[in-house]
């Protein structure tokens, strides 16, 4: 079945250092691709997605590539502040079928001042 | 205005008990979705609702039992509350055509003793 697997938390930098949160994926077809945020006490809240191969989403200084070739859809940002400090959670979903998403286990952001 | 709201925001009450949460949304969405996230942070879907007609129905007790009235309102019924059964309850709702956005509300925290 489709799953989405990411790396595990948390993730401790310091302010103004570069951020990495891979995520790839195990689905048939051509999946779309989402990052979620959940800052504390919050619920989720889409940071940026990617319906097709190559497709780059981007928000906030967030991005992350749709790359088939390796089914990844790693989440970078060149340079963190403290207010990034989140739950990170990749998903994907068919462009059809079950309306289901499936969401990987989050990975914890701690930022540092 | 809150595009997805819950209620309560919290809930205490002992193991045995029955209780609901609520969750309505004002965004004209037909698709709407519980999913339960436990202390981990790992986000489990339990059912989704499209247009008042049950979509997906995830392997959960059937002491849980949801109810959408209408597509703007889909409500969480729990029976012979558990210990196991704290976490944070989250509803989220989604537009048609599939797939897209999920807007969360700002979940459900249920705490049985």
């Known amino acids: 079945g489709d799953s989405v697997t990411q790396m595990e938390g948390p993730v401790t930098l310091s302010e103004e250092a570069f951020l990495t949160i891979n995520c790839t994926y195990t689905a048939t077809g051509y999946p779309s691709l989402f990052w979620y945020v959940q800052y504390p006490g919050e619920g989720l809240q889409l940071l940026l997605k990617a319906t097709k191969a190559d497709d780059k989403g981007s928000n906030k200084g967030f991005e992350a590539t749709y790359r088939k070739e390796t089914t990844s859809f790693h989440l970078e940002k060149g340079s963190v502040q403290v207010s990034d400090s989140a739950v990170y959670f990749c998903a994907l979903t068919r462009p059809s079928g079950t309306y289901k998403y499936i969401f990987g286990t989050g990975t914890r952001l701690k930022v540092l001042a | 205005d809150t595009a997805v709201s819950q209620t309560p925001k919290y809930l205490v009450t002992q193991m045995g008990n029955d209780k609901s949460i609520k969750c309505e949304q004002n965004l004209g969405h037909d698709t709407m979705y519980w999913y339960k996230q436990d202390s981990k942070k790992f986000l489990k879907i339990m059912f989704s609702?499209?247009?008042?007609?049950?979509?997906i129905n995830e392997t959960v007790p059937n002491r849980f039992s949801p109810k959408s009235p209408d597509k703007a309102h889909l409500n969480l019924h729990i029976n012979s509350l558990e210990l196991g059964d704290s976490a944070v309850y989250f509803c989220?709702?989604?537009?048609?055509?599939?797939?897209?956005?999920?807007?969360f509300g700002p979940g459900t925290r249920l705490t049985v003793l």
């Open positions: 989220a709702s989604q537009a048609n055509p599939f797939p897209d956005t999920q807007y």
């Open positions: 609702y499209n247009n008042k007609e049950l979509i």
